[in-house]
């Protein structure tokens, strides 16, 4: 029988991949990945440098979440994927949520990171044009699903 999963094999079991999504401020960018996310058979965790932003993206359907520093920092170690806007790789990003460790932590943690462009008001991607943030999310869910393990087969 061959069939799609997002499961990864680990010593000899099947787990399910881990898709962490890192937001602050509102947690609207957060809200808009999990919201899409949520159909997907995988671990979805919600890390958030607020309170808000991690109980709108449990909302959202994050099957858990976390908030802060620390919480952002052991999590993103575990994951298969790291999800989040750009400012999460630079230290003051997310108008100054982001502290140096954080964005560290997301750069060295061994999960893929899928990021999404947006401009912050500290920096500007050059040649990057600007695309409405659904269009992003949508980028980022189809680049995302490809990566995953497409067909195992059970005999």
């Known amino acids: 029988m061959v069939y799609n999963t997002p499961y990864k094999e680990k010593r000899g079991e099947l787990m399910k991949q881990s ?3 890192i937001d602050g401020m509102g947690g609207g960018i957060g809200v808009q990945l999990i919201g899409k996310l949520k159909d997907l058979d ?3 965790v919600a890390l958030g440098t607020n309170s808000t932003a991690t109980e ?3 909302r959202a359907g994050a099957q858990r979440g976390a908030t802060g520093e620390n ?3 052991l999590n993103v170690r575990l994951a298969d994927f790291i999800m ?3 400012g999460i790789v630079i230290p003051g990003g997310l108008m100054g949520e982001i502290s140096a460790p954080v964005a560290e932590a997301v750069m060295t943690a061994p999960g893929r990171r899928i990021l999404i462009p947006l401009q912050d008001h500290h920096f500007h991607l050059v040649g990057q044009e600007t ?3 659904a269009r992003l999310v949508d980028k980022a869910l189809t680049w995302l699903k490809e990566q995953l393990p497409r067909e195992r087969s059970e005999e």
Do not use: N, S, Y
């Open 84 to 86: 989040g806007p750009m």
């Open 56 to 58: 709108k993206m449990l």
């Open 131 to 133: 695309q409405p943030l």
């Open 19 to 21: 898709i962490v999504v």
């Open 71 to 73: 919480a952002i920092r």
């Open 42 to 44: 995988a671990d979805i």
